[in-house]
């Protein structure tokens, strides 16, 4: 697997042209699932502002683009168990942006089938996190439908991306698609 930050996928009939388009931002790979490429771009921040104004610029482009979605942190995992502990020591660092804010966990999860559950995963980072604000009395909630942060992670293979978004970044980058 490749050294990758960045996961995206694409729409119907848009591989092709989303791979060319994003190929400036860095190197990009296929993977063995349907639509999905990863890359590697040395300045997430500045890639997300770029497509962010050449997406407003022309909004068709979303026909072609799926979502696009940098990780903040990354780490490679060979069962859940592992999973499970450097994912929780990753969103546990975010518990002080998280205090007293709705928000949710959601897991793209692309191989590993059988092994991570999606919902499992997602509630028991959610329970870690909470239980963590209520020990600093900062309570935060769950909330799927105002959420003012999303920590998505998304797997491919045996390697997690993770990733902190407020409510005003999903609204602002349309090709983030957490949920």
């Not at 998280?98 to 499992?120: D, I």
């Amino acid at each position: 697997m490749q050294d990758w930050n960045v996961v995206v996928t694409a729409n119907e009939d848009g591989y092709r042209r989303v791979r060319r388009m994003l190929a400036r931002y860095g190197p990009i790979w296929p993977t063995e699932y349907y639509n999905v490429m990863v890359m590697r771009v040395a300045d997430p921040t500045a890639m997300m502002e770029e497509l962010a104004k050449l997406v407003e610029d022309n909004p068709g482009l979303m026909n072609d683009l799926s979502r696009v979605v940098p990780a903040t942190r990354t780490f490679n995992f060979q069962n859940a168990a592992e999973f499970e502990q450097h994912a929780r020591t990753i969103v546990l660092q975010w518990v002080q942006q998280l205090a007293h804010k709705r928000f949710y966990v959601r897991l793209h999860r692309r191989g590993f089938k059988g092994v991570l559950s999606s919902p499992h995963e997602e509630r028991f980072l959610d329970e870690a996190i909470l239980d963590r604000l209520q020990q600093l009395k900062t309570p935060g909630r769950i909330d799927f439908e105002d959420p003012e942060a999303v920590i998505d992670i998304e797997t491919v293979d045996n390697r997690a991306g993770i990733s902190l978004w407020t409510r005003e970044e999903i609204r602002r980058f349309e090709f983030l698609h957490p949920d």
